[in-house]
Each structure stands twice: as C-alpha cells, then as structure tokens.
C-alpha cells in the first residue's frame, strides 16, 4: 500500500510538474511576441491615413482643439472621413477585412503634418480602423466615430415605432474630457442632449426624431483619461422617463444597475498606455 501510494504522489508531482513547464513556456513566448506599443512616426505613418483634403482643412497649432472652432472643425473631419469609408475602403487604407454586416468605427486624431509649410507647429487629422488600434494614448486628444444606422440595424423595430423617437446613451468609464463639449451643442437641442460625470465615467444621453440617414454617425471625443483600461457602452432607451430617471441618479452604480434592463449596442475596451 506504501509503494502504490508513494507512486501515486510522485506521478501527480510529476505531472504537475509539466504543466506548469508547458504553462511557464507558452506564457513567456506569448508576453516575448508582443511587441510594446508606440505612437512614435513611424507607427502612425503604418497605422494611419492622413487627411486626403488637407490643403482645405483648418490647420491646427497644437495635436489637440484649443478652441471652440477648432474642435468644431476636428469634428466635423472626423464625422464626414466616417461617413465616407466603406469595407473596401477599409481594406484598402488598412490592411483589415471587414464584413458589410459590421459596424464602421473610425479612430481620429491630430498628427504633425509633414507639408512644407511656413509654421513646424501644423497638424492635420488622421484616421484609422479603431478596431486595428491595440490601445489608446493616455493624454491625447481623439474622436471615435460609430456609425448609428449600423448600430441599430437590428433594432429598427424600436427606431421606426409610432413616435418615431428613440434615446442613445453613451458609458465612458472613465470619462472623456472635453472643454468644448457644452458650446458646441445645436443651441436647438440643449433641451435633448444630457450627460452627467461622475469620479467612474460619464453618461452622456442624446434623443433622436427618427434615421433618415444611413451615414449619421455618433461622434464620443475628448482627452483619454490617464487609466489603464478605458471602455465604451452604447444603449438603446426607447423611454424617455428612464432617461430621466438616469440622469437623476446621484451614483454611477445606480446608472448601470438601471440600464442592465436595455439592449448594448456597442462595447469597446482598449488598454491606455
């Protein structure tokens, strides 16, 4: 009985043994074939497009907005670059395969332009595939651009109800700061557009009289907060009484305990380095 149990232990050693080996090897071959990511030139040269109209585009001073007009602008590039890609586009700018049934998300930021112009101190929009991008840079300056007839091709049953309205909530956690963000809403829409931030993220609520056009897109931009994962939600609320109701929550628990009830509609996590 000694024997058998004796060889018993030392066979379950034993193996133990090598699968922790086997486990050890393949964890430090996975963490050694990823290369450390950078926003140096060169990764931006191979990773981005540059603005194809840049000689009509307002240049900016600094990588990111320092006025109301520029981030006007910024948005505006980054929405209209949005509504102008397709799959092939895709492919063909960066390299990545997308299916006609996925959703179009558009990374853009502000890169030094190259040109030779008077001033060194010029950027320039330039765009990618987000999905393409491992992580996003702590401290700079973005627009995610999201196609809303993609996102809500599955649910046109509530988008195309009686009312013809509907509610998008965007989560940041945490949030995206944007300085402009306030004066730059439609001064028509102050009374449907809404967001509240807490210390978790924000939530930022925008009402929508029906879809009548397949290139609108929903524009999330502002500074990456310095975190170490950043993440993005998109409901869709038919109610307009939750939507009140969300945003007189005194805590960012209590938002999210809400809106388990409703449908995501899109949800992106990226590392921040």
């Not at 049934?101 to 040109?115: A, D, F, H, R």
């Not at 309205?165 to 300085?179: K, M, R, V």
């Not at 307009?240 to 992106?268: G, H, M, P, R």
Request: with cysteine; proline share 4%; glycine share 4%.
């Amino acid at each position: 009985m000694n024997i058998n149990r004796n060889f018993i232990i030392i066979f379950g050693v034993s193996v133990l043994l090598i699968v922790t080996i086997f486990g050890l090897k393949a964890y430090y071959q996975e963490k050694g074939s990823q290369e450390p990511i950078s926003y140096d030139s060169s990764y931006i040269e191979t990773t981005f497009s540059y603005d194809s109209s840049y000689m009509e585009t307002t240049f900016f001073s600094q990588n990111y907005p320092i006025s109301p007009e520029e981030a006007n602008s910024f948005q505006k590039k980054c929405i209209i670059t949005a509504e102008s890609i397709t799959p092939s586009l895709i492919s063909k700018s960066f390299g990545e395969e997308i299916k006609e049934q996925e959703i179009m998300e558009i990374l853009c930021i502000l890169v030094q332009s190259k040109e030779d112009i008077d001033s060194e101190n010029q950027y320039i929009p330039a765009f990618a595939s987000l999905r393409k991008i491992p992580a996003l840079l702590g401290g700079q300056y973005i627009g995610m651009s999201i196609n809303l007839y993609d996102l809500l091709q599955k649910n046109m049953a509530i988008v195309q109800s009686e009312t013809n309205t509907f509610n998008l909530c965007t989560i940041t956690e945490p949030a995206l700061i944007d300085p402009f963000r306030e004066q730059l809403l439609p001064k028509d829409q102050l009374n449907i557009n809404h967001n509240i931030v807490f210390s978790e993220g924000e939530i930022f609520c925008s009402k929508f009289f029906g879809l009548h056009n397949e290139t609108l897109n929903l524009l999330i931009n502002g500074f990456v907060p310095e975190t170490d994962l950043f993440q993005v939600k998109v409901y869709l609320i038919p109610e307009d009484a939750t939507v009140n109701e969300l945003l007189s929550q005194e805590s960012f628990a209590s938002i999210e305990n809400i809106l388990q009830s409703y449908s995501i509609l899109w949800n992106i996590e990226k590392p921040v380095i």
